[in-house]
């Protein structure tokens, strides 16, 4: 159980907490599906924080989508600008009062 987020609400400290993973499943579909999922979740709530590691399969999806995201409507922002456009609030993603079970 994930309670950083809601910790970080109670004390005001400024922070983001995931919405989509993206590689929990290692091929190339997989990771496609999921950043087809944090898209459609942007665009429905206005952001979404996108993680994942650096295996070579979700270098070589990001590298092949990522050109494609701004005809989507989308922007690639960093951590920082994603807590400052978020304003340290949960979205429904994060469970309840921001803690994942």
């Not at 190339?28 to 994942?52: D, F, N, P, W």
């Amino acid at each position: 159980k994930t309670v950083a987020a809601a910790e970080a609400q109670r004390i005001g400290l400024a922070s983001v907490s995931r919405d989509v993973f993206l590689d929990d499943e290692r091929t190339a579909e997989a990771i496609t599906r999921q950043l087809q999922t944090a898209i459609k979740l942007a665009q429905k709530q206005g952001s979404a924080v996108v993680i994942g590691h650096p295996y070579p399969v979700t270098l070589d999806v990001l590298e092949r989508e990522l050109p494609r995201l701004k005809a989507q409507g989308v922007e690639w922002i960093d951590l920082r600008s994603m807590i400052s456009e978020r304003g340290n609030q949960a979205s429904a993603a994060h469970g309840k009062n921001g803690v994942y079970r």
